[in-house]
């Protein structure tokens, strides 16, 4: 069964917790007295405790040691408690992210080559939010256009507008609407046996809420 965002944002903050629990007992037991300590759980366990008492160097190391367990842990915690936060986006990440991506697209005025099967910008609209501080790299986006895609044989023509609408959302948080204009500067890959396929330069709005 695949983990949901929300699961697995819960699974990391759990084991976050449990990480820096488990760092504080270290350091508490590292400020305590480590002869006392062995005494207290480790001698019972020797028939002639005296002779196998460890030396001052010994306990010295054994202080280092839950010190050092300390660091990692704490430092473990504070990765997953990071790795957390990036599976937790909030609407206004969102819009940030979609309003970063919209400022983008018209630099690359070479044109966008609109998928011939798809007949949409949304696996294009992906990938520019993976590229955005927010979205990082682990798909945290949803794009669906929110309107049928146009007809196979639609003809179209060098310099005509289109104008198309694309839902932008994650899990548990609210969506916005990304309204994209895309204009036919020219035709790609002419075939008689393949749909047409076409360049577009594209500008986009951002708005709250969904298409």
Same mark, same amino acid.
């Given at each position: 069964?695949?983990?949901?965002?929300?699961?697995?944002?819960?699974? &990391?903050?759990?084991?976050? *917790?449990?990480?820096?629990?488990? +760092?504080?007992? !270290?350091?508490?037991? #590292? @400020? $305590?007295?480590?002869?006392?300590?062995?005494?207290?759980?480790?001698?019972?366990?020797?028939?002639?405790?005296?002779?196998?008492?460890?030396?001052?160097?010994? &306990?010295?190391?054994?202080? *280092?040691?839950?010190?050092?367990? +300390?660091?990692? !842990?704490?430092?473990? #915690? @504070? $990765?997953?408690?990071?790795?957390?936060?990036?599976?937790?986006?909030?609407?206004?990440?969102?819009?940030?992210?979609?309003?970063?991506?919209?400022?983008?697209?018209?630099?690359?005025?070479?044109?966008?080559?609109?998928?011939?099967?798809?007949?949409?910008?949304?696996?294009?609209? $992906?990938?520019?939010?993976?590229?955005?501080?927010?979205?990082?790299?682990?798909?945290?986006?949803?794009?669906?256009?929110?309107?049928?895609?146009?007809?196979?044989?639609?003809?179209?023509?060098?310099?005509?507008?289109?104008?198309?609408?694309?839902?932008?959302?994650?899990?548990?948080?609210?969506?916005?609407?990304?309204?994209?204009?895309?204009?036919?500067?020219?035709?790609?890959?002419?075939?008689?046996?393949?749909?047409?396929?076409?360049?577009?330069?594209?500008?986009?709005?951002?708005?709250?809420?969904?298409?």
């Amino acid at each position: 069964m695949r983990t949901s965002t929300k699961e697995a944002f819960g699974m &990391f903050m759990a084991f976050a *917790v449990l990480a820096l629990l488990a +760092a504080l007992v !270290l350091v508490v037991l #590292g @400020f $305590q007295d480590q002869r006392k300590l062995w005494w207290r759980f480790q001698a019972m366990w020797y028939a002639n405790p005296e002779a196998n008492e460890p030396s001052d160097a010994a &306990f010295a190391v054994q202080r *280092v040691v839950w010190f050092i367990g +300390a660091a990692g !842990l704490a430092f473990g #915690g @504070f $990765q997953l408690y990071s790795t957390a936060d990036d599976l937790s986006l909030s609407g206004g990440e969102i819009k940030e992210a979609a309003e970063e991506v919209a400022s983008r697209l018209p630099d690359d005025s070479d044109g966008i080559l609109r998928d011939p099967t798809d007949h949409n910008f949304a696996a294009y609209l $992906q990938d520019k939010l993976r590229d955005t501080d927010a979205g990082g790299d682990n798909g945290l986006f949803t794009v669906s256009q929110a309107e049928d895609p146009p007809p196979e044989d639609t003809v179209e023509q060098e310099g005509q507008v289109t104008v198309e609408h694309y839902t932008i959302s994650a899990e548990d948080a609210p969506a916005v609407c990304m309204t994209v204009s895309a204009t036919n500067i020219g035709e790609a890959y002419p075939s008689t046996y393949l749909p047409p396929s076409y360049w577009y330069a594209l500008t986009a709005t951002v708005a709250d809420g969904s298409c």
